[in-house]
């Protein structure tokens, strides 16, 4: 079946280092491909997505891109600042109406 | 703007009790509708999801069960809950009826459970 791996954590990076949580896929047919950011004390929030191969996504500097041939989709951004601090997930689907496949997390941690 | 509201917050119930958890969906309609639940410091795992009111289907076979009474409205139950029910509850939600694989889903705020 459809499964997504990600690197444990936790990250403990220093203000304004460079950050890479790594993801790989395993999926039958062609996924979409998801980061959710979840903060302490809350759910889910998109992060950002990518729906077919080199595509890239990106938002509040965080990009991650489409790669087919390694069966990738890793999260990075060039500069952290502490407000970066949650848990990450990488997730798929392959399904019409939305039947998800997540990562088991990692945690980052910025510190001033 | 669709909205998604869960509650309580936070719940601390002794093992045998009966569960009741609420979500609700504003700002759209017949919505599908998931329950995930996250141990700590783990992944999240796919419960129960719905497409439509009274269509529930089961992902993991246990103690808890859940109902679609309305079409904005998903409910959590348990008759007896055990110490291994304790962590965070998510519900989420995504438009029904897509016709491309893409759409993400929104999740709710949570809620924290811990059986004692």
């Known amino acids: 079946g459809d499964s997504v791996t990600q690197m444990e954590g936790p990250v403990t990076l220093s203000e304004e280092a460079f950050l890479t949580i790594n993801c790989t896929y395993t999926a039958t047919g062609y996924p979409s491909l998801f980061w959710y950011v979840q903060y302490p004390g809350e759910g889910l929030q998109l992060l950002l997505k990518a729906t077919k191969a080199d595509d890239k996504g990106s938002n509040k500097g965080f990009e991650a891109t489409y790669r087919k041939e390694t069966t990738s989709f890793h999260l990075e951004k060039g500069s952290v600042q502490v407000s970066d601090s949650a848990v990450y997930f990488c997730?798929?689907?392959?399904?019409?109406?939305?039947?998800?496949?997540f990562g088991a997390g990692t945690q980052v941690v910025v510190t001033p | 703007s669709q909205t998604i509201h869960q509650w309580p917050a936070t719940l601390v119930q002794p093992v045998g009790s009966p569960l009741s958890l609420e979500c609700t969906v504003e700002g759209t309609s017949n919505p599908n509708l998931y329950w995930y639940r996250q141990a700590a410091g783990r992944g999240l795992q796919l419960l129960f999801y719905?497409?439509?009111?009274?269509?529930i289907s089961s992902e993991v076979p246990q103690n808890l069960s859940a109902s679609r009474p309305q079409d904005r409205q998903f409910i959590l139950s348990s008759k007896k809950l055990l110490l291994s029910d304790s962590g965070f509850y998510l519900c989420a939600w995504d438009p029904v009826g897509q016709t491309e694989v893409g759409y993400e889903q929104y999740f709710g705020p949570g809620t924290r459970l811990t059986v004692t």
């Open positions: 997730a798929l689907t392959t399904d019409s109406w939305g039947k998800f496949q």
């Open positions: 719905s497409v439509g009111i009274g269509q």
